[in-house]
Each structure stands twice: as structure tokens, then as C-alpha cells.
């Protein structure tokens, strides 16, 4: 009777720490990616925190001065372990704004994902152009 009502506690303290975990999931799949933006003379760099991504698992668009990431990540399975706190979002998302003035081009623009386990938007500033201006001879 008492091994009983021991499983049936342990039952109940895993149930409720699923529960739990995945309503944190959730919440920080809802949550923007953490991210800095910094400004050189020919660049912005665009720092997203993405640990646990790889590569293929990351969807970079830059849309009207606006860099958008989006990232699935997945789960490993452990040999011999059992998930009870499902706490990592495995959907995550973010986006900066670029500032309005900014003179930028998505030609040559490049992601980098670091072992640190961030992103790493880098998008190139257009190269001032001027017009050449010709005097017309008599």
C-alpha cells in the first residue's frame, strides 16, 4: 500500500512538472529572440542569442529595414533518460529594426551561427554614390 502511494506521488509531481514545462515552452516560444545591434562605418551587425541551433535550422530575411529570424530547434534524445521539464522553446523568433535613415543593401549581407550560440546578421551599408556631373563645352 505505501510503494502505491509513493508511485502514485511520483506520478503526480512528473505530471505536474510536464505541465509546467510546457506552458514555460510556450511562453518562451512567444518571447522575441534576445538581440544587439551595433553600427560600424560600412555595416550593422545584428546579434540574436540562438543557443542549441544549427545552421539549417535558421530562416534569416531582411525585409524593409528589418532583419527577421526565425529558428526551430530540436530536442536530442538521451539514451536511458526521460524528458519530465519540457522547459526550451524549440519555435523561436526575433526581429530588429534597422534605424529609418539607414542606407543598407541585402546584396552581400551574411549570417554567421557561432559556437557561443549566437547569430550573427551582418548587412552591409551602401556605398555612397554620387553623380558625376559633366560640363557641356561651347
Known sequence: PVDGLVEAGRSAVRSALERVGRGWS??????????????????????????????????????????????????????????????RGVSLSGSVDLPRDADVTPEGANATLARNGTLQVEIPKREPGGVDVVEEGD
Open 26 to 87: 510556450r511562453m518562451q516560444e512567444r518571447r522575441p529572440l534576445s538581440a544587439d545591434l551595433l553600427e560600424s562605418d560600412d555595416a550593422y551587425l545584428v546579434v540574436f542569442d540562438a543557443p542549441g541551433v544549427r545552421g539549417e535550422d535558421v530562416d534569416v530575411t531582411f525585409l524593409d529595414h528589418t532583419v527577421e529570424v526565425s529558428v526551430e530547434r530540436f530536442r536530442e534524445f538521451y539514451d536511458g533518460y526521460e524528458l519530465v521539464f519540457p522547459g
